[in-house]
């Protein structure tokens, strides 16, 4: 069974940084591309990232030049970096991976989400 375990998540003032983590674990064969996705209160979840394996990256507008995602394929770890965060940035963050299990089934799997708040 594959699980994806979020963690970095909390309340910052504007302006201030944090850094998301999120662990994939079970029996996988290979994890190709890997996201961030966000929903706040009354909204729908929307895409902030997503990563392939070999590293090429994509962002939704309102996060480029502040966030950064990158992977460490050996560990099974994905990371997004946020900086100049924004109250608009407050939402609960989840992660998406799109891997082949060890039976080679394709599998999309997210994990539960972690709470990022922003103060003004």
């Known amino acids: 069974q594959v699980q994806l375990v979020e963690s970095g998540g909390g309340l910052v003032q504007a302006g201030e940084s944090l850094r998301l983590s999120c662990a994939v674990s079970g029996n996988i064969a290979t994890i190709n591309v890997m996201g961030w996705y966000r929903q706040a209160p009354g909204k729908q979840r929307e895409l902030v990232a997503t990563?392939?394996?070999?590293?090429?990256?994509n962002y939704a507008d309102f996060v480029k030049g502040r966030f950064t995602i990158s992977r460490d394929n050996a560990k099974k770890t994905m990371y997004l970096q946020m900086n100049t965060l924004k109250p608009d940035d407050t939402a609960v963050y989840y992660c998406?991976?799109?891997?082949?299990?060890?039976?080679?089934?394709?599998?999309?799997?997210w994990g539960q989400g972690t709470q990022v708040t922003v103060t003004s």
């Open positions: 998406n991976a799109d891997l082949l299990t060890s039976t080679l089934a394709r599998s999309v799997n």
């Open positions: 990563i392939t394996r070999g590293g090429s990256t």
